[in-house]
């Protein structure tokens, strides 16, 4: 029979491995974490082909080492406490998203337009469940933040949902 949710989650797994190889501008600053060496990954659209370097092989853009949260001090960020009720953050999982950034020298993550759109497109599908309560919420938060061009507060959201998306995953995927 066809799962639905199924295919949404390996089709978000596939997107996610994908935009943590092609990180795009500085958000932050680098970090003394190696970075496994990897060849240049060609990029070919219609018109162009570009060769994007490996993030091993690109300058950090700062150099103090530790995630700029700072975008989110003024943002209303309402859907963690539904989320995750014990969290003492903005966000639920903020060891994890500054080991990701970390491996990823700061750059962002959710630079890709098309990425974005498709991870949101995926949320919203699990958003209509209403088996992840705060969900919609915290897409309209994204949205908000996306429309207001803050991509670091957006980029710094959207990695904390998909955190939020995997353990989701493990819980209810994966057991049924």
Request: negative net charge.
């Amino acid at each position: 029979m066809f799962n639905p949710q199924r295919v949404g989650t390996q089709r978000f797994s596939k997107l996610l491995a994908f935009s943590l190889i092609l990180p795009g501008s500085a958000f932050a600053v680098e970090s003394t974490t190696p970075v496994a060496p990897h060849s240049y990954v060609q990029i070919t659209g219609p018109e162009e082909s570009v060769a994007i370097p490996p993030v091993s092989d690109r300058e950090a853009p700062v150099s103090t080492g530790t995630v700029d949260w700072s975008s989110l001090n003024n943002q209303s960020v309402l859907s963690t406490r539904t989320l995750c009720a014990d969290a003492v953050s903005k966000v639920c999982f903020k060891p994890q998203i500054e080991q990701a950034y970390a491996e990823n020298k700061f750059y962002p993550i959710w630079h890709d337009k098309a990425l974005r759109d498709e991870f949101e497109l995926q949320l919203k599908a699990v958003a209509d469940t209403k088996m992840l309560p705060g969900l919609a919420q915290r897409i309209s938060e994204m949205e908000r933040l996306e429309n207001e061009h803050n991509d670091q507060a957006y980029d710094l959201l959207a990695t904390d949902t998909y955190y939020v998306y995997r353990a989701f995953q493990k819980l209810h995927c994966y057991t049924s």
